[in-house]
């Protein structure tokens, strides 16, 4: 029977199936971070011991702070705290902050080769998403699944749809995969992949770097779906070769061999198809408080008034109200109070060589802070010079972590203030209480930086 390549990694991993059609799965990597301490305490309280431990890796990302004079606050030193007494405790590998692999975990975790194909991975954040670029099934689950998974090293989870999304084509210049990403979303919808599993093809997509791919699975979640997969090709293969916990030597090869089977068969049938052509994609940022609310910045803020749907008018509507713009203004006529350049959707190497590409011989006009994914990508960043680059055009030049993505270390976005992101949500308030957020690709960030508004990065670069 023919099968996706989601079919062949669950099935490879369910141990049995009930009536009502839960599968119970094997999870291969369970990755914590500095937000998990509530399903410590709940196993804890069951008089439940951790099961794998070895399976099981942690990073403090959300809490820790990112400006190294900062004054810590003892609120969020004592979640980063909790992950380094609970690991200790259980015995379980943990990248603590000052460690060389500390950083965001969807970063940390494939720069170290613990991220595999074929491997079921979760996390208890959404963006877990991320890891299926290297042709993994991995998803976000919730406190009480994350203490289930502790104790169990297993999960109980209803099988999603299947969903195929097909990009023809090539980018053009200036166009990477932040701005594909959001052109997809902004086609099909923040519930277009609602209940499925979606595989990303087509020879757009093999043409992405691995950490391209990561930037477009991170961001499945933002379209509704489970999870993002990318079928392993040799530009995976040269990825997770040599990275410290991948496997080696005679492990390496058979794992080669087991990994070039991990792609959907010919005739497999999904139950959705969506044909994208990556040739009409433009550098794209969002208007609204949703990630659908795409659009190319050549284009103009929506008017309600030209829309028919009462529902869908009402939305229009009210994002604009907390958005503070003006029906049919052009993008790029929207002034910006500040930028964020980093996240697990764009904190990585090629995010931070990108924006010092843009940055090189301009000067930041607003308040602007790039904060490396990981301290593996801080270090690389530094080796190249990448960050003298940076702070020369005015850039705050921080540590690792999560940061402005979400705020919930104190970095925030004043109430009112207008932030270009590079992050993946921009939900009324994601970045602070009243924060208005714009998501953009590293490039198009630092050309809002230099000129205080929406830019297009091609006509900067003109």
Request: glycine residues 10%; charged residues 25%.
């Amino acid at each position: 029977m023919s099968r996706t390549l989601f079919d062949k990694v669950w099935d490879s991993h369910a141990i049995t199936r009930r009536q009502d059609g839960m599968t119970l799965l094997f999870v291969d990597r369970h990755y914590v971070h500095d937000g998990t301490r509530q399903a410590f305490q709940q196993i804890e309280k069951e008089r439940l011991s951790v099961r794998r431990p070895d399976l099981t890796f942690g990073t403090p990302d959300h809490y820790v702070a990112t400006k190294p004079a900062a004054k810590p606050d003892p609120l969020f030193e004592d979640m980063v705290a909790a992950l380094e007494t609970n690991t200790r405790k259980w015995e379980i590998m943990n990248f603590g902050v000052g460690s060389p692999n500390q950083g965001i975990v969807h970063v940390v975790a494939p720069e170290l080769g613990l991220t595999l194909p074929g491997a079921l991975i979760v996390c208890g954040d959404s963006h877990t998403a991320t890891h299926g670029a290297v042709g993994a099934l991995a998803f976000g689950i919730g406190a009480s699944e994350i203490a289930h998974v502790l104790a169990t090293q297993t999960l109980w989870q209803k099988k999603p749809k299947r969903m195929r999304i097909s990009v023809t084509g090539t980018l053009p210049p200036g166009v990477v995969a932040k701005d594909l990403v959001l052109a997809i979303i902004g086609r099909i919808g923040a519930a277009g992949g609602t209940g499925h599993a979606i595989e990303y093809g087509g020879p757009a997509i093999r043409d992405l770097s691995m950490e391209a791919r990561m930037t477009l699975c991170n961001m499945s979640i933002e379209a509704g779906a489970r999870c993002g997969m990318v079928a392993p090709d040799e530009t995976t293969f040269d990825y997770v070769r040599e990275r410290p916990y991948a496997p080696t030597g005679e492990n390496l090869e058979l794992a080669l061999a087991a990994w070039r089977d991990l792609v959907s068969d010919p005739d497999a049938v999904f139950d959705s198809e969506v044909v994208f052509d990556a040739g009409e994609v433009a550098p794209t940022v969002t208007w609204g408080t949703s990630p659908e609310t795409a659009l190319p910045i050549t284009e103009h803020v929506p008017d309600p008034a030209f829309i028919e749907n009462a529902e869908k008018r009402r939305g229009v509507e009210e994002a604009l109200q907390y958005m503070a713009l003006t029906p049919g203004m052009a993008l790029s006529e929207i002034v910006i109070d500040r930028v964020f350049i980093g996240s697990c959707t764009n904190g990585r190497i090629e995010d931070i060589r990108a924006a010092a590409e843009a940055a090189r011989g301009r000067r930041a006009v607003v308040p602007a802070a790039v904060i490396p994914g990981s301290a593996r990508v801080k270090a690389a960043a530094e080796a190249e010079g990448l960050d003298v680059i940076l702070r020369e055009a005015g850039f705050e030049w921080r540590e690792p972590g999560c940061s402005m993505c979400v705020g919930m270390n104190g970095d925030i976005v004043q109430p009112g203030e207008r932030c270009a992101s590079t992050s993946n949500r921009n939900f009324a308030g994601r970045q602070g209480r009243g924060s208005r957020t714009h998501l953009l690709s590293p490039a198009m960030a630092v050309a809002a930086a230099v000129t205080g508004r929406l830019t297009d990065i091609r006509t900067l670069k003109s």
